[in-house]
Each structure stands twice: as structure tokens, then as C-alpha cells.
């Protein structure tokens, strides 16, 4: 297990596309975290799971995103209708079990460009 | 909202200077993140501190939990360690509050 995996890298959509991003975290990690971050600012909480329950959500996380865990270990990233303004990297994280913050681990993100 | 404020945004020194970033919070925490993130690169993660102190190779990172403040030391710097430097705090929840990272430049 080389760490936290994304993909795709790279996304180039049209305006009014749909877009699914994967994570896929470290194996024995239960909890795993989406970050949005916009050019020449700090990742923006969107959306927490332990195993496959959504536990947070960002109001940021508007009706046209949605994301899943559906077995408690890789987990989606949807966006319906993307717009100009989606355009970011969407970065994954995971962290084990036990206290919340030790093993944070984050993958390379998926840098989604809307035109 | 700013709850989470670095300084300086932007810092260029010579290889090998000490350097020295700052990070101040006005939540209260329960773990304070210093994370690194390279150029096209993913964050990869230095330090979760809750108290006092902690060293890994020539990075030290400290922090005052009375202060709301924390800071992030690079001895003997080398090029390589050109990034931008993240400080990340999480509260009661499980969300991480980011500060906008400090831009390093070491030059050779």
C-alpha cells in the first residue's frame, strides 16, 4: 500500500458536465476526508466518512456534489452540472483508527478544470 | 473568517539560513497540523502536535497552547525544501481549518 490514491490526476470538463473523482485510501485507514483547494488559497473542508458513514458535510457540498463510501474503503467524488467556479483540486485524505488526528495521509489530488 | 493565520505569506532565503514560520489560531483546538505541499504535489503531512515540541531531522515544530500559536523551524535550509507550508487546526469536529500557507523559497 503506497498511500492514498487519486484519480484521476487531471480532469478537463465542459460546463454543464458530470465528473467523478476516486479516492482510494491507506487500507487499514477508516476514515477519509475530501478537501476542495482553489488556486492560492487553503483546502476548504467538503465531506467526512468513518468507514461508510457520512459523518460531516460542508455546506460547500451544494446539491450538485455528492459523495460515497459505499463500503467503507474507496470512496466518490461527484459533481453534477459543473460550473467555471468548481474548477480546483479536490484532494483526499485518510487517517486510521484510534485518536482522530495521527496518520493523517493525503493523496496527490485531482485537479478538475471547467471550461 | 481568518481562524487560522500564518506569517509570512511569502519568504526567500539564502541555503542554510534558519527559518522560521509562524502560525497563530483564534478556535480551540484539539491538534494543530504542520503540512507540506510542493509545487503540482500532493500535502504530505510533518507534524500533528497537541503540546510542547517535536523534531524530525532538521524541522522542528512547536506550539503554545496558552498563545494560540505555533511555529515551524527549518535549520541548516536547503533548496529542496522549497514549498508552501501549511499550519491546520482542528477543532471540536472532525474538520480541518487551514491557514493559507506560507510560501518558501530557498535559494542556492
Known amino acids: 500500500d503506497t498511500g492514498v490514491s487519486q484519480d484521476p490526476r487531471h480532469k478537463i470538463t465542459k460546463r454543464g458536465q458530470n465528473v467523478t473523482f476516486r479516492c482510494d485510501p491507506i487500507?487499514?485507514?477508516?476514515?477519509l476526508y475530501w478537501y476542495r483547494q482553489t488556486l492560492g488559497q487553503g483546502p476548504e473542508f467538503l465531506t467526512y466518512?468513518?468507514?461508510?458513514?457520512?459523518?460531516?458535510k460542508s455546506r460547500l457540498l451544494s446539491d450538485r456534489f455528492s459523495a460515497e463510501r459505499p463500503k467503507g474503503s474507496f470512496s466518490t467524488l461527484e459533481i453534477q452540472r459543473t460550473e467555471q467556479g468548481d474548477s480546483a483540486m479536490y484532494l483526499c485524505?485518510?487517517?486510521?483508527?484510534?485518536?482522530?488526528?495521527?496518520?493523517?495521509?493525503f493523496g496527490s489530488g485531482t485537479r478538475l478544470t471547467v471550461v | 473568517k481568518n481562524e487560522v493565520q500564518q506569517s509570512p505569506q511569502n519568504l526567500t532565503a539564502q541555503e542554510g539560513e534558519f527559518i522560521t514560520i509562524n502560525c497563530s489560531y483564534s478556535?480551540?483546538?484539539?491538534?494543530l497540523h504542520w503540512l507540506q505541499q510542493h509545487p503540482g504535489g500532493g500535502i504530505v503531512s510533518l507534524f500533528m502536535?497537541?503540546?510542547?515540541?517535536k523534531k524530525h531531522g532538521r524541522l522542528i515544530a512547536t506550539i503554545n497552547i496558552q498563545e494560540k500559536h505555533s511555529s515551524l523551524h527549518i535549520t541548516a535550509s536547503h533548496p529542496r525544501d522549497s514549498a508552501v507550508y501549511i499550519c491546520?487546526?482542528?477543532?471540536?469536529?472532525?474538520?480541518?481549518?487551514w491557514g493559507a500557507g506560507t510560501k518558501l523559497i530557498i535559494k542556492p
Open positions: 485524505a485518510s487517517s486510521p483508527p484510534g485518536e482522530v488526528d495521527y496518520g493523517y495521509t
Open positions: 487500507s487499514e485507514h477508516n476514515r
Open positions: 466518512f468513518q468507514n461508510e458513514a457520512q459523518l460531516e
Open positions: 478556535v480551540g483546538i484539539s491538534a
Open positions: 502536535l497537541s503540546s510542547g515540541k
Open positions: 491546520a487546526v482542528r477543532g471540536s469536529n472532525y474538520q480541518l481549518i
